[in-house]
């Protein structure tokens, strides 16, 4: 008889201790749940936004490097004696100075962002223009740095004679074309001089950002062929 009592208590103990370990561990799930269930309450998952863009033509960081100590340009190379304005003026120069190529280079840019922004203003805000102008305003102030660097006075913007405003989109982007295959000329024509490692680096650099500045006009005018 005291052997049954025993088992019996035995039984009832354990059956204590079981319901006692379920209760925890149900504790802990549901814990674990409302946990999780606070760190997401209030989230959404964001939408994918559709890629728009039409080329690598964002104002993003071209790499570069420029010594803001370089050894002093010599006499000769700070010699300007231009032949024209832009690309266009420095492809028919014979005489290239190391001031009259980065002169070139400033007028240039400048002239592309000014036509740029007059085709936004005729036809509105759109792409490749919008981001193609951000790139414009970067390389123009990676050529401030090295006028910087030598202690040069950076150019004013002289480019408003200069623009001639399309008549209709596929013109725009047909004058995009050129003005990127002149643009991309005259770094490739200032690139075969024995030129300072600063002056160097931002002329590559400003002639990769233009070579995908063309490639997203050349596109443009396939889509509105």
Known sequence: MKTYKSILNFNRHLT??????????ISILMLSGCSTTDDTVGKTTPPVQENTSQA?????????????DPDPLMADDKELSLEGYGAKGALADKD?????????????????????LAIIDKFGSQRPYSNIISAEETHLAYLKEVYLAYGLDFPADGSAEH??????????????????IDNIAMYELFL????????FEVFSALKSGSDSHLEAFQRQVEKLK
Not at 192 to 199: K, R
């Open 56 to 68: 690598p033509t964002t104002s993003q960081p071209i790499d570069h490097n420029v010594d803001m």
């Open 96 to 116: 290239l100075t190391i001031i009259d190529m980065l002169m070139y280079a400033v007028q240039d840019e400048y002239l592309a962002r000014g036509e740029y």
């Open 16 to 25: 204590i201790v079981l319901m006692v370990f379920v209760l925890v561990a």
């Open 192 to 199: 075969t001089y024995d030129l300072p490692e600063n002056v």
């Open 163 to 180: 623009i001639v405003v399309p008549a209709n989109l596929l013109e725009a982007a047909k004058t995009g074309v050129q003005a990127e």
